[in-house]
């Protein structure tokens, strides 16, 4: 007879918006995981084709996964803290300014580099043309640390700037309808705005945080529990996002179907994406490179060592 073992950090009450936000792969996985089957629970976001991963994990090798879609990146490593999801695909800049505030949060995995741009009307043809203009920005993102970088490196003074805080379904919005003249955002609104007239005023990655964005997470306290099952969904996670790359007009199809959305649109975001799940010493470099900005930026008052924000034991270096 099989065992069903599962998580301790699930053994606390997942709250009932959680619960309700699940969207298991499967759907039947209760039944079907024999009772020596781990179940793991992996935050992603709803409907975003760089952070689809998780929903395409096999469950095998004893382990059964089940995909939790939230709203925003704030919310993906509020549920990992609480442990109501074992793993998240997440904001590193997010990342590291909780494991800043002490909250327990360690990578252990790439998920997809890039996914960034840096968006003009006809009023804005350099970086020095953002002063005196209203320009869209994300808080406490990498677009926001390499904004702040590309306008020191350029001598714009960012008090010049009227700086918009939105969320990322607002950008595209507010640039087509004139609100902004500018911005430095995430996908899908980079794509949105560059096919209805915006171009591409400078190249987003050319700071030394390079093209960092998202990653695969855990908990130090999961690592320590059973490094052995945080292997497993590292090796199935490295295995999903490589093939990601060489069968995309087959999940694409399936997120559409799914969730919504503008296939076109989805492809030519994608086209400003690198999945990847190694961690790389280059890309540890602009990890840490993205620590230091964070904290000479204001936007961390404690600076985390590298090593408290990544763990490079699981993944591929080279």
Known sequence: MTRRRPLRLLAAAASL?????????????EAAAGDDTTVVKVGTLRGQPHFYAPLLYEDGDGITYEA???DTAPALNDALV????DMVVGSITATIASVAQGRDLRIVANAADGGSGFVGNDTIQSV????????????????????RLTFEEAGVDADAVELVELAPPEFF???????????????????????????????PY??????????LITTQRLIDDDP???????????????????TQDVWLKDLVETYGGDQEVFE??????WLRADIPDDWQAQIQALIDASYELGKITEKPELGDVVVDTFAETS
């Open 17 to 29: 918006s959680l619960l309700t936000a699940v969207a298991a792969c499967g759907g039947d996985d």
């Open 68 to 70: 939790v879609t939230l």
């Open 82 to 85: 609480s442990g109501q999801v």
């Open 128 to 147: 020095t043309d953002v002063e005196g203009k209203k320009f869209g920005y994300l808080v406490a993102s990498s677009q926001e640390i390499a904004m």
């Open 173 to 203: 919005n507010a640039f087509s309808t004139g609100q902004i003249d500018g911005f430095w955002a995430p996908e899908i609104a980079v794509s949105l705005a560059l096919g209805d007239g915006g171009h591409e005023v400078a190249s």
């Open 206 to 215: 050319e700071t030394e945080i390079g093209r960092v964005n998202i990653a």
């Open 228 to 246: 052995d099952l945080v292997q497993k969904v590292v090796d199935e996670h490295t295995r999903v996002t490589e093939e990601m790359t060489t």
């Open 268 to 273: 030519t975001a994608l086209d400003n994406f």
